[in-house]
């Protein structure tokens, strides 16, 4: 399996990006598609999961900012981050959760200027 992200970048305080990782491989019709993020010194934290049923989760603090969504045809989940905050600056990680086995992508960098 394997998974490649688009989208990180330089935004100011108060804008947007929109995140995409696309999945390639044998990983069948059922599988939690998700965002993590690692920022400076910190441990890798949750952002948001989609099942492939459209069911959602998010971390707290993106609630209401953030919203996760994914193309079950194209085995590709988006993540729209909306009113960024410097706090979110991180490495974003894609993953796919098949149950037993977790893939991730390699990350793409996201740095929000105050």
């Known amino acids: 399996v394997r998974l490649v992200e688009s989208g990180g970048g330089l935004v100011q305080a108060g804008g947007s990006l929109r995140l995409s990782c696309a999945a390639s491989?044998?990983?069948?019709?059922?599988?939690?598609m998700g965002w993590h993020r690692q920022g400076p010194g910190k441990q890798r934290d949750l952002v948001a999961t989609?099942?492939?049923?459209?069911?959602?989760n998010y971390l707290d603090s993106v609630k209401g900012r953030f919203a996760i969504s994914r193309d079950n045809a194209k085995n590709t989940v988006y993540l729209q981050m909306n009113s960024l905050k410097p706090e979110d600056t991180a490495v974003y990680y894609c993953?796919?959760?098949?149950?037993?086995?977790?893939?991730w992508g390699k990350g793409t960098q996201v740095t929000v200027s105050s």
């Open positions: 989609i099942t492939s049923g459209g069911s959602t």
């Open positions: 993953n796919v959760d098949l149950g037993l086995t977790h893939y």
């Open positions: 491989g044998r990983i069948g019709s059922r599988y939690v």
